[in-house]
C-alpha cells in the first residue's frame, strides 16, 4: 500500500495499519491519551526533497522513518523545513507547538522529541529555550567537535531527561561530557552503536537506534 504525506498545515493522515497517525503540525483536538513525538529530521531532508540520497551515506528514508514512529505507537509531529530554516527560530515554533499541547491538556509526560544530526542541534536550542527537566529529547548523531563546543558554552542552561545514540564510525561521537553538571538535566543516557556504517545510522528506522529509542520513550519517570 502506497501512504502519502502532504505537508499541508493542520492536515493529518491516518494510518490504516496501526491506527496511529503523522501530522505536521499539532492538530487542532489533541487525543488526551496519545503520545506525541516530534521527530526533527537531518539537514539533507529539506521541503523540496523529503527522501534524499547522499551520495556517501545513501537514501534518507525520512518517510519509512515517520511511519516506524507512528507504528511504534506514536503521534508523530513532524514537517520538511524550508532549506534556509534557521535552527533557533524553529526551535521556538517548536516550543510554541509544545505549549499548544500543553495548553489543550496534554501532561509533559506525553510529549517527547527526537532529533537526528542538524534537527537535534535544533531539539538541543528546543532544550535550552524550554528549560523543562521533564521533557524527554533524544539525540541521534549530534555531538562533532563543533558541537561539543558550542554547546558546552550554555553552562547550567541545557534542561530536559535525554538519550544519546551516537554510532562509532561516525565522526559525532558521544555526548557525555556536554551534560556534565549541568544543573537542570533531569538524566542523561548514551547508546554506543558498532554497525559500521558512519552517519548513516540514523538515514533509516534501523532497529539498532529506533528500539531503544521507542522504549527509553515510553518508560515512565
Request: glycine share 8%; hydrophobic share 40%.
Amino acid at each position: 500500500m502506497k501512504h502519502i504525506y502532504l505537508a499541508i498545515i493542520g492536515l493529518v493522515l491516518s494510518l490504516p495499519a496501526s491506527g496511529q497517525q503523522i501530522s505536521a503540525t499539532v492538530p487542532l483536538l489533541p487525543d488526551p491519551d496519545a503520545s506525541y513525538v516530534f521527530y526533527l529530521h537531518g539537514g539533507i531532508v529539506n521541503d523540496e526533497n523529503r527522501n534524499p540520497t547522499s551520495s556517501y551515506y545513501g537514501k534518507y528514508e525520512y518517510d519509512s522513518i515517520l511511519l516506524a514512529l507512528a507504528n511504534s505507537g506514536f503521534y508523530v509531529i513532524s514537517e520538511a523545513r524550508l532549506k534556509e530554516t534557521k535552527e533557533v527560530d524553529y526551535a521556538k515554533k517548536i516550543s510554541k507547538q509544545v505549549d499548544s499541547l500543553l495548553t489543550a491538556g496534554i501532561p509533559l509526560s506525553q510529549i517527547s522529541v527526537i532529533g537526528a544530526s542538524l534537527g537535534a542541534y535544533i531539539a538541543m536550542e528546543l532544550a535550552i529555550i524550554r528549560k523543562q527537566e521533564e521533557l524527554k529529547i533524544a539525540l541521534l548523531g549530534l555531538c562533532s567537535e563543533y558541537a561539543l563546543g558550542y554547546f558546552k558554552q550554555y553552562s547550567n542552561s541545557i534542561c530536559g531527561d535525554f538519550l544519546s545514540v551516537y554510532e562509532v564510525s561516525d565522526q559525532k561521537g558521544p555526548c557525555e561530557s556536554i551534560f556534565t553538571n549541568q544543573v537542570c538535566t533531569k538524566g542523561f543516557n548514551e547508546i554506543r552503536l558498532d554497525m559500521g556504517i558512519d552517519h548513516a545510522f540514523l538515514y533509516k528506522p534501523y532497529d539498532e537506534w529506533l528500539k531503544p529509542v521507542v522504549t527509553w520513550l515510553k518508560a515512565k519517570g
